[in-house]
């Protein structure tokens, strides 16, 4: 073999080789891009980037490294745009996160008077809640008992609803389904629900002692309430399922406001949760610049060294 002829064998396998390393290092970064806590966007969020359509915008965030992905209106939808979603979820390898169970009667329907009526209506949202989860592979749902019963002690109320989510469990742990409920805070957008700090969704739980029945803690709606994140998040632990994600003041992304997400979220994962954190939070900024500033913002929070 001459030496021109040498020279062009190690030529091209050296680009062999250096074909391969790039095709490894592609690899490896695609996975070491992939977050690590399982975030989940909803719909709207990067749809500046990824356009309207829902798949797109699934593949989008996929594409950024998202393992999961959150839609609180995920019952209202029509059932061919519900089996296209979970089957672009599971071809993408997401999971998906919480759905609304009742969100006709959130808001309207009180768990807290006793009312069989209102109880009835709300096991029948359970009930189409679970055909549902099957539909679109979700294991989460919320749960929100409705509105406070001013001409009731508190004690009464408390008792209504854990009779009331004692009937949905019923119907949930069959299917290893879990609702989990969110106390929402009074004092900035909800001022007439029942439930609406940690302690008292733990104690409404405990009481319940179901599988299918725990917390949904927010921490944008508990910064506003009680603050004290990290504590009570510990002292509930064993009952919480599922987080939600808000800076405050404003409800958008993680570094937009007060709370130290950074620690939060290390807090979190040093405790073992595999579960979902969905990001029901704004963007600070519109745009794409707005978009591309919420994924920075989950990239610096992930980062612990």
């Given at each position: 073999m001459s030496h021109v002829t040498r020279r062009a064998v190690l030529k091209g396998s050296l680009a062999a080789g250096a074909g391969l390393t790039l095709t490894k290092t592609l690899a490896a970064s695609n996975t070491m891009d992939?977050?690590?806590?399982?975030?989940?966007?909803?719909?709207?969020?990067?749809?500046?980037?990824?356009?309207?359509d829902l798949v797109d915008q699934l593949k989008f965030a996929a594409d950024e490294g998202f393992t999961a992905w959150e839609d609180n209106g995920m019952g209202g939808r029509g059932v061919s745009d519900q089996e296209r979603v979970a089957k672009a979820m599971t071809q993408l390898g997401m999971t998906m996160g919480v759905f609304v169970v009742n969100p006709e009667?959130?808001?309207?329907?009180?768990l807290t008077t006793g009312d069989q009526g209102a109880v009835d209506k709300f096991?029948?949202?359970?009930?189409?809640?679970?055909?549902?989860?099957?539909?679109?592979?979700?294991?989460?749902?919320?749960?929100?008992?409705?509105?406070?019963?001013?001409?009731?002690?508190?004690?009464?109320?408390?008792?209504?609803?854990?009779?009331?989510?004692?009937?949905?469990?019923?119907?949930?742990?069959?299917?290893?389904?879990?609702?989990?409920l969110e106390p929402l805070n009074p004092w900035?957008?909800?001022?007439?629900?029942?439930?609406?700090?940690?302690p008292q969704a733990y104690e409404v739980c405990r009481a319940v002692d179901s599988p299918s029945c725990?917390?949904?803690?927010?921490?944008?709606?508990?910064?506003?309430?009680?603050?004290?994140?990290?504590p009570n998040m510990d002292a509930a632990w064993s009952e919480i399922a599922y987080f939600q994600i808000g800076d405050n003041?404003?409800?958008?992304?993680?570094?937009?406001?007060?709370?130290n997400y950074k620690n939060v979220f290390k807090h979190i994962h040093?405790?073992?949760?595999?579960?979902?954190?969905?990001?029901?939070?704004?963007?600070?900024?519109?745009?794409?610049?707005?978009?591309?500033?919420?994924?920075?913002?989950?990239?610096?929070?992930?980062?612990?060294?």
């Amino acid at each position: 073999m001459s030496h021109v002829t040498r020279r062009a064998v190690l030529k091209g396998s050296l680009a062999a080789g250096a074909g391969l390393t790039l095709t490894k290092t592609l690899a490896a970064s695609n996975t070491m891009d992939k977050f690590e806590m399982k975030f989940a966007p909803h719909f709207g969020m990067f749809s500046q980037h990824a356009g309207n359509d829902l798949v797109d915008q699934l593949k989008f965030a996929a594409d950024e490294g998202f393992t999961a992905w959150e839609d609180n209106g995920m019952g209202g939808r029509g059932v061919s745009d519900q089996e296209r979603v979970a089957k672009a979820m599971t071809q993408l390898g997401m999971t998906m996160g919480v759905f609304v169970v009742n969100p006709e009667s959130a808001w309207a329907t009180n768990l807290t008077t006793g009312d069989q009526g209102a109880v009835d209506k709300f096991v029948g949202e359970c009930k189409s809640a679970v055909e549902i989860a099957k539909r679109v592979n979700a294991k989460w749902m919320t749960v929100v008992p409705g509105k406070l019963a001013h001409s009731l002690e508190m004690g009464f109320q408390t008792a209504h609803v854990v009779d009331a989510l004692r009937r949905g469990a019923e119907v949930f742990e069959p299917h290893g389904l879990v609702m989990v409920l969110e106390p929402l805070n009074p004092w900035r957008d909800h001022p007439e629900l029942f439930l609406s700090k940690v302690p008292q969704a733990y104690e409404v739980c405990r009481a319940v002692d179901s599988p299918s029945c725990k917390i949904l803690m927010d921490m944008y709606h508990q910064q506003i309430t009680e603050g004290n994140l990290i504590p009570n998040m510990d002292a509930a632990w064993s009952e919480i399922a599922y987080f939600q994600i808000g800076d405050n003041p404003g409800r958008n992304e993680p570094l937009s406001g007060e709370i130290n997400y950074k620690n939060v979220f290390k807090h979190i994962h040093d405790k073992g949760f595999s579960g979902v954190l969905g990001m029901e939070h704004g963007n600070s900024d519109a745009g794409k610049a707005g978009e591309r500033k919420v994924i920075n913002a989950y990239r610096t929070c992930s980062n612990w060294s």
